[in-house]
């Protein structure tokens, strides 16, 4: 059971250079959600996709933006790294938006700009 | 500002003994709680759940309890096992929307 997965699992940028990050789920959800998370701060909202077709804003969208490639794709794109963007970043799908279901996790990204 | 709130950053509990996770939040038109588990180098996992119209669900050595006057919601585990130490985060939506995350609690459970 691959779940939802995320790659790369570690990737080190320069300030100004730009990156994707992947993230693919095999469970047929229509809900996926891009969330970073640093020291003290929890895990916060990025950019989400309530459906196929369609994204929003989260709590901290600036600097990034995002592609529902599919049903099972949602890439996170980094247009020009910055060290604040140094994090650890999560991907998380769920049945669908506006239900009580849980969300599921990848295991992150560890992306650390210089 | 802060709607889900864990004010304990880390907590150490002896093996066997009860583990009390505790969760304030501000908004009160939250309707479900979650609390998740998350190991190093994992991404979080779903732990245990509830909805605001219950004060109580339980789930093997697991418990939550929701005080919707306080605010409050806490995580009971009992009998604490070394294998329960992980971050735990509380979380919090309305009617499933955009969950709110608490910064996490650190719990150690020593042999």
């Known amino acids: 059971n691959a779940g939802v997965t995320q790659t790369p699992k570690f990737q080190v940028l320069k300030t100004g250079q730009s990156m994707t990050l992947q993230c693919a789920q095999d469970?047929?959800?229509?809900?996926m959600y891009w969330y970073r998370q640093d020291p003290g701060m929890g895990l916060r909202l990025i950019y989400y996709?309530?459906?196929?077709?369609?994204?929003d804003k989260g709590e901290v969208p600036n600097g990034y933006n995002v592609s529902r490639l599919n049903k099972r794709e949602f890439s996170l794109r980094l247009e020009s790294a910055a060290p604040s963007q140094t994090s650890v970043y999560f991907c998380a799908s769920r049945v669908g938006q506006g239900n009580n279901q849980p969300q599921h996790f990848g295991d992150g990204t560890r992306l650390s700009i210089l | 500002d802060q709607q889900v709130k864990q004010n304990s950053p880390s907590l150490s509990v002896q093996e066997g003994r009860i583990s009390i996770l505790n969760c304030d939040y501000t908004?009160?038109?939250?309707?479900?709680f979650l609390w998740y588990k998350k190991y190093p180098a994992e991404g979080p996992t779903f732990l245990i759940s509830i909805s605001s119209i219950k004060d109580k669900n339980e789930d093997g050595r697991f418990t939550v309890f929701l005080n919707k006057s306080a605010k409050h919601l806490s995580l009971h585990i009992v009998p604490s096992q070394p294998g329960d130490s992980a971050v735990y985060f509380c979380?919090?939506?309305?009617?499933?929307?955009?969950?709110?995350f608490g910064a996490g609690t650190r719990l150690f459970v020593k042999a």
């Open positions: 996709s309530a459906s196929e077709g369609t994204t």
């Open positions: 469970m047929n959800h229509n809900s």
């Open positions: 908004n009160s038109m939250f309707d479900y």
């Open positions: 979380a919090a939506s309305v009617r499933g929307f955009k969950t709110i």
